[in-house]
């Protein structure tokens, strides 16, 4: 009786049936690949699909924030080219690892205050709010380095520094797992935790459900809003600091049309894009659905193109069955 | 039928779970002012879409100017020359009053735009009923009343023989109602009709030739002029009889006002209309704000949702300078909140504990307070009801919620605008009971309203606003629920 209880509580969590869906969906997907594929079921490419899918984690937690108020940030890819270029030019330049993902970290971290102040104070429109700053976060990810690639990151600080950042982001493992997977859990937790247990969280949701409502509420609007952009840019300069180590180098293409991956976990996993609802644990699942289909579709040797479209139905449905569930509602 | 526009016979109208109108039987005539007074807000909605755009009825007909429109054998699907006018405008903003009147209302059949034309036309028309505006005012620009009346002219002139005012009193003022009624009663005699649905008793008394009273989807009795003042008060109280209301709100006035100095205090507010506002809240007081002029009062009500900032003066409380819509200690509700207050996507208890987290260590991360708050709530708002979701709560849960939020919150100050606006009689007993445990708990509450009947019970002062002062109006003591009603 009280495990059925307990089951109906989970059940009853706003969004958890999404994220319970995304989950079984994640399952069916790993096991209908396997069985075309043995090989996906292999402990390497577990370990890959952990590595892989901790970008499109980051990315979604990030987009997930910014969903659950109701907005949007077509910012990410762009921070994220941002940070890689700017955390590999500033290395090859000497300056030390740390230092460089500090500078790159506070410059990612304004493009986030710039987002949050022209959505949450002056009321512009997300989408081209966001959309001024990926240009302006891609452009400088073009000129720190003069329009062109970096060379290789240890060029002026050695192989061994060079190889401890690579090493630390991307190519270690810690408990026989990778360490960009546990980077990224940790970073999951930090804020399944802050939106699930917190004030802030509450008001996030808030926001996304009703903002007229919630600026009544005494619920600060603006450094709300803010703080999700912030969200957002922390998580899109950590995965620059993950794709400069995968590379050791800097590419200005880095991170092309990651925001919209980063949609895409957040939907699949049961995040409203019309805000107000989802849970971050969704998003999880979401991700690991998205680099499951590709990392599946590979294995099986289909086109890209192929990949390309099973995605984005796959996206569309999610966001389709969202919109008709709260019709029903209505 | 002879003189009939509308008649509604023996009409059921269900959606798929729910029957929203029930064996519904009406009426009007040409020329006739019809009153409704809904006793509860069930299948209002439905009947006014219904009358205008014909839904699929289970059973019935609706006959409109004569004609069958509507019938439960088949279905037309056609919509009828009716105009509903509420507190939405139906004008489209950006448009002047010609072209919201003429091109895009069934004014003229012209294609090309030629403006002078169309002011030679509509001049009679303003002249007809002596209202003096710009043909060329865009619509956003018009006050409520001034949209009201374009929003009558343009039905008028395209030809709508019957006319719905909804809640009109919701949103004009007292003096602008008098001048409404004239224009009413004006075309009556030119054979239009009207449907005026409210939920005050007095207003319907005043200008209706007949009233039906609705509840639950059904049309209960129709009363004529005469059996109003016998019958209207009688059916009125049974209304709200079942609402806790009468006996829990005596001895309201004896409640403790702390008279050490005003709470909330409004210094010099100068903005487009109002100029050097000064108002003094003090601790624990109802205090009824009344609109006598709209732009003021929609110019107040702005500066308290923090829409907009006042050129010069400010909310003080205690005497500090506050933003209200960034401090706990004051708690703003908004009209109809039941829609606009609500957080529809948060579970019954992230919408009752949003606001006490400033006074309840963690709250959201310990679930043991949230229980225990259920355990203490359990008795006054149900057992099962924190499990509901919020979407799915009746009008009137929704409206329990969002004021056990505030109980919760404990402001120094409630300030509710329009509170009773769409109300039903049982929610307008129920809002009142909700302002009563305000009080109690000590929370000043500030009402900003049109029509002040629904709030005399509880009413320590009464402020009049006009366009720069606040004039207080005197209580006469003793009078009598049903009465005040």
């Not at chain 1, 003069?146 to 520094?161: E, M, P, S």
């Not at chain 1, 800097?250 to 939907?267: D, S």
């Not at chain 2, 006319?163 to 004006?186: A, C, K, P, T």
């Amino acid at each position: 009786m009280k495990i059925k209880k307990g089951i109906k509580q989970i059940f009853e969590i706003r969004g958890m049936g999404a994220t319970l869906t995304a989950f079984v969906g994640l399952i069916v997907i790993y096991v209908a690949f396997g069985i075309l594929n043995p090989k996906v079921f292999s402990g390497q490419n577990v370990l890959n699909l952990l590595r892989s899918m901790s970008k499109y984690l980051l990315i979604g937690i990030g987009q997930s924030y910014v969903m659950i108020t109701g907005n949007i940030d077509l910012s990410i890819g762009s921070v994220v080219a941002m940070s890689a270029m700017l955390t590999a030019t500033l290395m090859t330049l000497g300056v030390s690892p740390l230092a460089a993902m500090l500078i790159s970290l506070i410059c990612g971290l304004l493009i986030g205050v710039v987002n949050g102040v022209l959505v949450g104070k002056f009321r512009l429109p997300p989408f081209i709010a966001t959309l001024g700053t990926m240009f302006v976060a891609r452009g400088i990810g073009y000129m720190v380095n003069g329009n062109r690639n970096t060379d290789n990151i240890g060029i002026k600080l050695g192989k061994d520094v060079a190889d401890k950042f690579q090493n630390f982001f991307y190519y270690d493992k810690t408990l026989g797992v990778y360490n960009t997977f546990w980077i990224s859990l940790v970073i999951f937790i930090v804020f399944f935790v802050l939106l699930s247990r917190t004030r802030t969280g509450r008001h996030i949701y808030a926001i996304g459900s009703n903002v007229d409502a919630a600026r009544l509420s005494g619920v600060n609007v603006i450094s709300t809003t803010i703080k999700t952009y912030l969200v957002s840019a922390f998580c899109s300069v950590v995965v620059g600091f993950i794709l400069c180590a995968q590379a050791g180098m800097g590419n200005m293409e880095a991170g092309n049309t990651y925001e919209m991956y980063g949609v895409a976990a957040g939907v699949i996993g049961g995040v409203s894009p019309l805000g107000g609802s989802g849970l971050l644990l969704g998003t999880f699942a979401g991700a690991a659905v998205w680099q499951t289909l590709e990392n599946g579709l590979n294995m099986i040797g289909a086109q890209v193109g192929i990949q390309r479209i099973v995605i984005g139905v796959i996206v569309v449905f999610a966001v389709l069955a969202d919109a008709v569930l709260r019709n029903r509602k209505q | 039928m002879e003189n009939e526009v509308l008649h509604m016979s023996r009409v059921t109208y269900k959606t798929e779970d729910r029957v929203l109108l029930q064996d519904f039987e009406l009426s009007v005539l040409e020329g006739e002012i019809l009153g409704i007074l809904p006793l509860n807000g069930y299948g209002l909605k439905a009947f006014l879409e219904l009358i205008k755009e014909n839904l699929p009825l289970y059973f019935g007909q609706v006959f409109y100017e004569k004609k069958l429109v509507n019938s439960w054998k088949d279905m037309h699907r056609i919509t009828n020359d009716i105009t509903v006018i509420e507190d939405v405008s139906s004008l489209v903003a950006g448009q002047d009053i010609l072209s919201n009147i003429y091109m895009i209302g069934k004014g003229s059949d012209q294609y090309f735009i030629r403006e002078q034309e169309l002011e030679k036309k509509l001049r009679p028309f303003l002249e007809d009923i002596g209202f003096e505006i710009s043909p060329y005012t865009k619509a956003e620009a018009l006050t409520a009343f001034e949209r009201v009346m374009v929003e009558i002219l343009r039905a008028v002139i395209s030809g709508h023989r019957l006319i719905v005012l909804h809640e009109i009193s919701s949103f004009i003022g007292e003096w602008q109602m008098v001048r409404l009624y004239e224009i009413m009663n004006h075309y009556v005699k030119q054979g239009f009709s009207f449907i005026f649905i409210s939920g005050h008793v007095e207003e319907l008394k005043g200008v209706c030739h007949r009233t039906a009273l609705m509840s639950n989807g059904k049309i209960l009795k129709i009363l004529d002029r005469e059996e109003m003042d016998r019958h209207l008060l009688k059916i009125y109280k049974e209304g709200a009889g079942n609402v806790p209301l009468a006996n829990k709100i005596e001895g309201t006035k004896t409640i403790s006002k702390n008279q050490d100095g005003p709470v909330l205090e409004i210094r010099n507010m100068t903005g487009q209309i109002l100029q050097g506002l000064e108002l003094r809240v003090a601790r624990g007081e109802y205090l009824v704000i009344k609109a006598k002029d709209n732009r003021a009062f929609e110019e107040l009500r702005r500066y308290v949702l923090g829409k907009s900032s006042p050129k010069e003066g400010a909310f003080y409380l205690n005497g500090k300078k506050v933003d209200l819509t960034q401090t706990r200690d004051v708690a703003v509700i908004k009209e109809r909140a039941d829609e606009t207050m609500i957080f529809p996507r948060m579970s019954y208890m992230d919408n009752l504990m949003l606001t006490a987290d400033h006074r309840i260590k963690n709250l959201w991360s310990s679930p043991s307070i949230a229980r225990s708050i259920k355990r203490e709530l359990k008795d006054e708002l149900g057992e099962h009801i924190f499990e509901k979701k919020v979407e799915n709560l009746s009008q009137k849960n929704k409206i329990t919620l969002v004021y056990y939020r505030v109980l919760m919150q404990r402001p120094k100050v409630a300030i509710c605008i329009l509170p009773f606006k769409d109300a039903d009689i049982r929610l307008r007993a129920r809002i009142m009971d909700m302002h009563h445990k305000l009080l109690k708990k000590g929370i000043a509450v500030v009402t900003l309203t049109m029509n002040i009947t629904d709030t005399m019970l509880l009413a320590d002062r009464v402020l009049e606003l006009d366009k720069n002062k606040l004039t207080e109006l005197k209580i006469e003591e003793g009078q009598d629920y049903g009465e005040k009603l």
